[in-house]
C-alpha cells in the first residue's frame, strides 16, 4: 500500500513540474526575412500591381469581335458593344492592313468563353485570343 502512494506522490510531483515547465515555454521563429518580401511580391502579383502601384500586365484572353480593313466600321463596332455592354473594356490594334476590335479582360478561357456565347447573336464572327491583359480590369 505504502508502494502504491508513494508511485502515485511521485506521478503527482512529475506532472506538476511538468505542468509548470509547459508555461514558461518560449518559441522562438527563424526564418529568413526575404520571406516576407517575397510574400508581399507574391499578393501584389496576383493584385495585378508592383510596391509602388505600377500596374502589372499578365496572360489572359481576349474576344475578337471585329477584323477588317475599314477603320470607320471598326469605330462603329467598337461604339456599339460599348454600348450594349459598358462594362467590359474595349481594344483597337492596328496590324497593316487590318484593324482588330478585342474586348474584356479574362484570366481564364472560361470567362472569355462565356462572354463569346453570349455575343454570338449579336456579333456572328467571333474569337478568342490569348494575349497579355490588363489584371485590374480582370479582378473587378
Same mark, same amino acid.
Request: glycine fraction near 4%.
Given at each position: 500500500?505504502?508502494?502504491?502512494?508513494?508511485?502515485?506522490?511521485?506521478?503527482?510531483a512529475?506532472? /506538476?513540474?511538468?505542468?509548470?515547465?509547459?508555461? @514558461?515555454?518560449?518559441? $522562438?521563429?527563424?526564418?529568413?526575412?526575404?520571406?516576407?518580401?517575397?510574400?508581399?511580391?507574391?499578393?501584389?502579383? @496576383?493584385?495585378?500591381? $508592383?510596391? %509602388?502601384? &505600377?500596374?502589372?500586365?499578365?496572360?489572359?484572353?481576349?474576344?475578337?469581335?471585329? /477584323?477588317?480593313? %475599314?477603320?470607320?466600321?471598326?469605330?462603329?463596332?467598337?461604339?456599339? /458593344?460599348?454600348?450594349?455592354?459598358?462594362?467590359?473594356? &474595349?481594344?483597337?490594334?492596328? $496590324?497593316?492592313? @487590318?484593324?482588330?476590335?478585342?474586348?474584356g %479582360? /479574362?484570366? $481564364?478561357?472560361a470567362?472569355?468563353?462565356?462572354?463569346? &456565347?453570349?455575343?454570338?447573336? !449579336?456579333?456572328? !464572327?467571333?474569337?478568342?485570343?490569348?494575349?497579355?491583359?490588363?489584371?485590374?480590369?480582370? %479582378?473587378?
Amino acid at each position: 500500500m505504502e508502494i502504491k502512494r508513494y508511485i502515485l506522490s511521485v506521478i503527482l510531483a512529475a506532472s /506538476f513540474l511538468g505542468a509548470f515547465a509547459q508555461e @514558461n515555454a518560449k518559441v $522562438t521563429v527563424v526564418k529568413n526575412p526575404l520571406i516576407d518580401s517575397l510574400i508581399a511580391r507574391r499578393i501584389a502579383l @496576383n493584385k495585378g500591381v $508592383t510596391k %509602388d502601384g &505600377t500596374p502589372i500586365i499578365v496572360n489572359g484572353y481576349r474576344v475578337q469581335i471585329f /477584323f477588317g480593313s %475599314d477603320r470607320k466600321e471598326a469605330y462603329n463596332e467598337q461604339a456599339r /458593344f460599348s454600348s450594349l455592354y459598358p462594362e467590359y473594356a &474595349t481594344y483597337i490594334s492596328y $496590324t497593316q492592313p @487590318n484593324y482588330r476590335v478585342k474586348v474584356g %479582360d /479574362f484570366r $481564364t478561357r472560361a470567362e472569355a468563353q462565356r462572354l463569346m &456565347t453570349e455575343l454570338r447573336p !449579336t456579333f456572328p !464572327t467571333l474569337f478568342i485570343f490569348q494575349e497579355r491583359i490588363n489584371p485590374l480590369k480582370a %479582378d473587378e
